[in-house]
Each structure stands twice: as structure tokens, then as C-alpha cells.
């Protein structure tokens, strides 16, 4: 835990600096200080079709998944790392947004790393 699943538009998708952005959203979880490296886990997921204001736009949307647990500070805290890191590789990109949700303990099971 966290799981950090970043959306994004078909065209960045293809983007030579969309690595980067995974690594970098990787870090900022890995730098909050609240998880252990070996259980974070990210992952990019392409959006086919993506509207953004009525209209044909890239977009980053980072979902960052997390057991319950945490503060609302810590969360906050987490969700600003996470914008930053995004911003920072795109600084052009007007649609960025991220959302920290907690996931009930009682209602996760997982196998494995």
C-alpha cells in the first residue's frame, strides 16, 4: 500500500517523459515517509477517450489509494507531494489533479507483493 494509479490521455501516454512522471510519483510516495518502499505500488492507465472541459485535452489524474488509517494531514500532505511531482514533469499541462482515498482494512485482501 499506497496504490497510485495515474490516468492520463492516449497522446501523453505515449509521451517519452511518461516513465519519468510514474518514477516521480513513485518517489513522492516513497518520500512522504508513510509507506514502506517494497509496498508501493504504481501503475499508468492510458483513458482511450478523455474529455477535459467539453473538449479533446490531455490530462493527469493521480488516484492514490492508501488503507485507512492515515490523517487528513497526512493525506493532504501526500496529495500535494503527489500534484508536485506531477507538475514538475509537466509543467505545461493545465489538467492535473490528484485524489488520496482510503480503502476500509477490513474489505482489502491481496496475494503476494
Do not use: W
Not at 474529455?51 to 501526500?78: M, T, Y
Amino acid at each position: 500500500m499506497p496504490h497510485c494509479i495515474i490516468e492520463c490521455s492516449a497522446d501523453l501516454a505515449r509521451h517519452p517523459e511518461i516513465a519519468t512522471l510514474a518514477k516521480a510519483i513513485h518517489d513522492a510516495a516513497e518520500q512522504s515517509g508513510l509507506f514502506q518502499t517494497a509496498d508501493i505500488k504504481t501503475r499508468l492507465l492510458p483513458a482511450a477517450q478523455a474529455l477535459v472541459g467539453g473538449a479533446e485535452a490531455d490530462f493527469i489524474h493521480i488516484n492514490c489509494l492508501v488503507l485507512a488509517g492515515r490523517s487528513a494531514e497526512q493525506k493532504g500532505k501526500l496529495a500535494d507531494s503527489l500534484m508536485r511531482a506531477a507538475c514538475v514533469q509537466f509543467p505545461g499541462l493545465a489538467a492535473v489533479s490528484c485524489e488520496v482515498r482510503d480503502m476500509e482494512r477490513a474489505a482489502y485482501a491481496k496475494r503476494g507483493g
